[in-house]
């Protein structure tokens, strides 16, 4: 009997802990195991700008800036061309949900690109003591921006 006892109290133990444990994971917040991530959509230029459209989601909590670089892979066998942009550190609304972005990149003096150009593009996100989360980064060819109506 008392081997029952110890059986049935062994198996209501076991119970409660699965209850409680699945409590525990239908309330967690549904994203929260989503990762702070960047993906690049494309690369357009107009004129000599050069902006970046990408998407990004990061966690609520986190202060993050977007730093981006863009060289040209391709082309005379001078130096490379490049461009940089920032969004400030904490410009990012962060709150588990993907959202879009058009990040615009200042070319360096001298630096020229043209529609058709292969282009390395690197986005990362920073914090406000300097580097923070590596990003993307692509290899792709500027495309000359689509007209609107």
């Given at each position: 009997?008392?081997?029952?006892?110890?059986?049935?109290?062994?198996?209501?133990?076991?119970?409660?802990?699965?209850?409680?444990?699945?409590?525990?994971?239908?309330?967690?917040?549904?994203a929260a195991a989503k990762a702070n991530v960047i993906s690049i959509?494309?690369?357009t230029l107009d004129g000599q700008q050069l902006s970046v459209h990408l998407g990004y989601?990061?966690?609520?909590?986190?202060?993050?800036?977007?730093?981006?670089k863009a060289v040209t892979t391709d082309g005379p066998a001078g130096p490379a061309s490049?461009?940089?942009?920032?969004?400030a550190v904490g410009a990012?609304?962060?709150?588990?949900?993907?959202?879009?972005?058009?990040l615009d990149l200042t070319p360096a003096a001298g630096a020229h690109f043209a529609a058709g150009d292969d282009v390395k593009v690197t986005?990362?996100?920073?914090?406000?003591?300097?580097?923070?989360?590596?990003?993307?980064?692509?290899i792709t060819t500027l495309l000359a921006p689509v007209p609107t109506r």
């Amino acid at each position: 009997m008392k081997s029952t006892r110890l059986k049935a109290r062994l198996a209501g133990t076991a119970a409660t802990v699965a209850v409680l444990g699945g409590a525990a994971l239908a309330t967690a917040p549904a994203a929260a195991a989503k990762a702070n991530v960047i993906s690049i959509d494309r690369v357009t230029l107009d004129g000599q700008q050069l902006s970046v459209h990408l998407g990004y989601s990061c966690d609520t909590g986190y202060t993050w800036g977007l730093t981006g670089k863009a060289v040209t892979t391709d082309g005379p066998a001078g130096p490379a061309s490049s461009a940089t942009g920032t969004v400030a550190v904490g410009a990012l609304t962060c709150d588990y949900r993907s959202r879009a972005l058009k990040l615009d990149l200042t070319p360096a003096a001298g630096a020229h690109f043209a529609a058709g150009d292969d282009v390395k593009v690197t986005v990362a996100f920073t914090e406000e003591n300097g580097p923070g989360l590596e990003g993307e980064e692509i290899i792709t060819t500027l495309l000359a921006p689509v007209p609107t109506r």
